[in-house]
């Protein structure tokens, strides 16, 4: 066996110890861990924008909507000196929301541009509640989401509650495969959360108490990924992060390669710099999440990096080789084309006697299973199949190319740009 | 706010998680070996089917016949083999001792179809384009006789009932090929030797120019 193989097999295996391991504690676990919704906690809503103007209305009109009592609630948007209209475009909706009668606090402020982590900041320090809820400002909710995750806040030791994310009207071939991959975090994040491994809580929407703020500092402002940041600290000082499947909340995925490359550069870079500032999460201490789902997040991440590009190259060569042999034969097939009962129990021997293809059968099923749990829990109904094929087809590539630019920019401490 | 909680480590979950995962790997690498060892299986029984269509071959041939299809069929079932056994040489190893005695078996039904094609060939006037090819799968000229064996497959698929393609592993220890490299003065592979006799090197489709069959 070449390492090639055995590098190949020695990820499947990981493979299937984590799809048990995340499966076990789903089976055993998940139908204990739901709670009921709640609407007795105080909650202020912090949107931090900065040239949002095309989506800010819609954002707050759904928070405005949110099914909470207008008392309990508070909306504070913080215009991060917008070069656009969205500092007018929030307070114009601000006014129309108020006049509705019976609708939550809302505040529109704005500053000088510092960046999202000190945007937050400023909204934190406006608030009064016991919660406080990020949110992105080209994100919307349905309006039972916060209720629902309110009711995750059953003890003092849960620090923070995370919804699903779904991707609003995937249209563009980039947005489709986010889609998938979305449906796929929906299933980990809930089996994360089953063992308190969750260790990013979204940007686009995520509760936190309060008094963790107070206590342990506000978001970093100069973290370009001060979402990971603030859950690994939740995660460092030994709190919870729970998810609430049932709770949705849309966003808006990046439509071109540049927006998403851009999105992902970010992102990436940002987690290798987080989980270097608390290294010391990858220990015995942190139970599941420090021995066993870092640790594999990262080994995984090195071998399919290292498979995917090697597999690249060979399929390159193959190709070339390929078309060499083609070329020796004018670009006929004679009969090489013709399917016949003969070729096609070929084909299955073929298929069936390789172990890598077994392999990969197997994991695309398990994939489906996700996927059937995530449109199951988040009530989708839209079709997911050409988004599955995009997904299959050009994940692993795409997911590759930014993760090798991402390190790059780590190793020659370049710094990635929101935009 | 100095509430901690404990996250010890699921061991008995971890445990199972590795036991399933252990038992799933081995069910899979069995079950491809299963299916290799099908494929061995269905090899075997094709030799069997093949000899019958051999029988028939060797009836039309005391009957001086000149009927063709009984050939064609035969050949036709002879590359069904070496598909498989090629299979069977990527899954099971080509040195397995099962390939090799199935490869051999394979070249003995070659030789006695070839015989009888040469006889048809004799008696009926017009008959099939004959070539022997010679390959090796050693790693010197492995890559070459693939290429080859590409060309020749494609070349039979053109012509499936006027073509009749051997092919012969060099370094089979079997004592006709070895009579027949002698005949051939077979030095190097891979190598074509046309009806006529004539030693070619292919290396595109062109080079089987003389070897068509007339329409």
Redesign the interface.
């Known amino acids: 066996m070449d390492i090639y193989s055995f590098l190949v097999y020695a990820l499947c295996f990981i493979g299937l110890f984590l799809v048990s391991f995340y499966s076990l504690g789903m089976l055993k676990h998940y139908k204990k861990t739901i709670r009921g919704p709640r609407t007795d906690l105080k909650v202020s809503i912090i949107i931090p924008a900065y040239n949002e103007e095309k989506s800010i209305e819609r954002t707050m009109r759904s928070v405005a909507a949110l099914e909470y009592p207008a008392n309990n609630l508070e909306i504070i948007v913080v215009d991060d000196g917008s070069k656009d209209n969205t500092y007018s475009i929030a307070k114009r909706v601000a006014g129309e929301i108020r006049k509705k009668g019976n609708s939550p606090k809302i505040i529109v402020i704005t500053k000088t541009n510092g960046g999202k982590g000190s945007a937050l900041n400023l909204g934190i320090s406006k608030s009064q509640s016991e919660i406080v809820v990020t949110m992105d400002a080209d994100t919307f909710t349905r309006p039972d989401s916060l209720k629902k995750m309110m009711g995750y806040f059953y003890s003092p030791d849960v620090m923070s509650v995370t919804p699903t994310i779904g991707i609003h009207e995937p249209k563009s071939i980039w947005q489709r495969i986010q889609h998938v991959e979305y449906y796929v975090s929906t299933y980990l994040r809930k089996s994360f959360a089953i063992i308190n491994a969750i260790h990013i809580t979204p940007g686009a929407f995520a509760a936190y108490r309060r008094e963790f703020f107070n206590k342990y500092g506000g978001f970093d402002v100069g973290n370009i990924t001060e979402d990971i940041e603030v859950a690994l600290r939740v995660q460092y000082n030994h709190f919870i992060i729970e998810n609430t499947p049932s709770a949705v909340v849309y966003t808006i995925a990046p439509r071109t390669f540049r927006q998403f490359l851009t999105q992902r550069k970010r992102w990436y870079t940002g987690y290798v710099h987080n989980l270097w500032k608390y290294k010391k999460l990858f220990s015995k201490e942190y139970g599941a999440m420090g021995m066993i789902v870092l640790p594999a997040a990262l080994t995984t991440l090195v071998m399919a990096l290292v498979l995917t590009v090697y597999s690249l190259i060979k399929s390159i060569s193959q190709i070339r080789d390929g078309l060499v042999l083609l070329q020796s034969t004018g670009f006929e097939f004679g009969g090489w084309m013709e399917i016949n009962q003969f070729v096609l129990m070929q084909f299955l021997y073929k298929f069936f006697s390789q172990p890598i293809f077994i392999f990969t059968a197997m994991f695309i099923f398990f994939l489906c299973m996700y996927l059937v749990f995530s449109r199951k829990t988040m009530k989708y109904n839209e079709g997911v199949m050409i988004n599955l094929v995009l997904f299959l087809a050009l994940y692993s590539l795409v997911y590759t190319t930014f993760w090798l630019i991402s390190l790059m920019y780590v190793a020659i401490g370049r710094k990635a740009k929101w935009r | 706010?100095e509430?901690?909680?404990?996250?010890?480590?699921?061991l008995m979950?971890?445990l199972?998680?590795?036991i399933?995962?252990c038992a799933?790997?081995v069910g899979?690498?069995s079950?491809?070996?299963s299916?290799?060892y099908?494929?061995y299986q269905?090899t075997v029984y094709y030799n069997h089917v093949i000899n019958s269509s051999l029988n028939e071959l060797r009836i039309l041939s005391s009957n001086n016949s000149c009927e063709y299809e009984a050939f064609v069929e035969a050949s036709s079932l002879l590359d069904?083999i070496a598909?498989?056994i090629s299979?069977l040489e990527e899954?099971l190893g080509k040195t397995d001792s099962r390939v090799l005695e199935q490869k051999r078996y394979y070249s003995e039904m070659q030789l006695e179809h070839l015989n009888m094609v040469n006889k048809y060939n004799n008696r009926c006037g017009t008959g099939f384009k004959v070539l022997l090819f010679f390959y090796s799968n050693s790693p010197l000229y492995e890559s070459a006789s693939d290429?080859t064996g590409?060309?020749l497959?494609?070349?039979?698929?053109?012509y499936?009932s006027k073509v009749m393609i051997y092919s012969f592993d060099i370094d089979l220890k079997y004592e006709p090929i070895e009579l027949l490299k002698q005949q051939h003065s077979i030095t190097t592979v891979p190598v074509v030797i046309t009806g006529t006799g004539e030693k070619i090197r292919v290396?595109?489709?062109?080079d089987l120019k003389g070897s068509e069959p007339s329409e």
């Open positions: 706010m509430i901690r909680t404990n996250n010890p480590l699921p979950r971890l199972i998680s590795f399933v995962a799933v790997f899979v690498f079950f491809a070996y299916v290799s099908l494929n269905q069904v598909g498989r299979l899954r290429r590409y060309i497959e494609v070349f039979k698929g053109k499936p290396f595109n489709i062109g």
